[in-house]
């Protein structure tokens, strides 16, 4: 076990703490902060993004910029309650690149995502989830395992090893990237049933 994890984490208070600290991958340098994840320590829904943007960088809160107003409306939509929801990222530092004074979203890449799986495994452990709703193809691979298709997966139920209930969705960040506005709100419709449909889904 790694030694962040030593001793075993017990506390969502705990876990934000040994974040803070983490320095498993070279994100760290560069972000103003980790980004833990945040909500009930019983929330029946997880939803886990890719990681925080800059928006959430500086304030320490997942899902506060343009792609968090989305969700926020999308869960609104389908009856899920935020207040209600642990939301978090696959990966807890945000990853960018100057572009003047601009700091510009860069993916995580695949070792980055490994680093931080420790930080997704405790949140799983003391949240114990009924539903992982997986935001995007970072958010997939780290809570599968593996890469997934989103297209492909669509309303597609997988289980982890315990039982929980996965479903792959796209990320809310596509939608700010459709620039047509009738597509988009099509489009948006489409994210907020499929947020609908996984939430009937769990157990």
């Known amino acids: 076990m790694d030694a962040e994890l030593r001793p075993p984490i017990r506390s969502l208070g705990r876990l934000a703490e040994a974040e803070e600290h983490c320095t498993r991958c070279p994100l760290y340098a560069d972000a103003t902060q980790a980004v833990p994840g945040e909500g009930p320590r019983r929330a029946r829904i997880m ?13 320490g809160h997942p899902f506060v910029g343009p792609a968090g107003r989305l969700l926020d409306q999308a869960l609104e939509n389908a009856g899920i309650d935020r207040g209600e929801t642990f939301v ?3 990966v807890k ?31 799983l452990a003391l949240v114990k989830p009924a539903l992982i709703v997986a935001l995007g193809a970072t958010a997939a691979r780290s809570v599968l395992g593996r890469p997934v298709p989103i297209g492909k997966s ?12 996965v479903f792959v ?3 809310p960040s596509a939608l700010l990237r459709i620039r047509d506005s009738a597509d988009r709100r099509t489009q948006f419709r489409r994210f907020s049933a499929d947020l609908r449909h996984a939430a009937s889904q769990a157990g």
């Open 47 to 59: 939803v886990v993004g890719e990681q925080p943007g800059d928006q959430e960088d500086r304030a």
């Open 88 to 90: 978090t990222n696959a």
């Open 154 to 165: 669509r309303r597609k139920r997988f289980e982890l090893a315990g039982g929980t209930a």
């Open 93 to 123: 530092h945000f990853k960018h690149e100057m572009r003047g004074k601009r700091r510009l979203h860069k993916r995580p890449n695949a070792y980055e995502v490994e680093r931080c799986h420790k930080w997704f495994e405790a949140e």
């Open 169 to 171: 969705i796209q990320h």
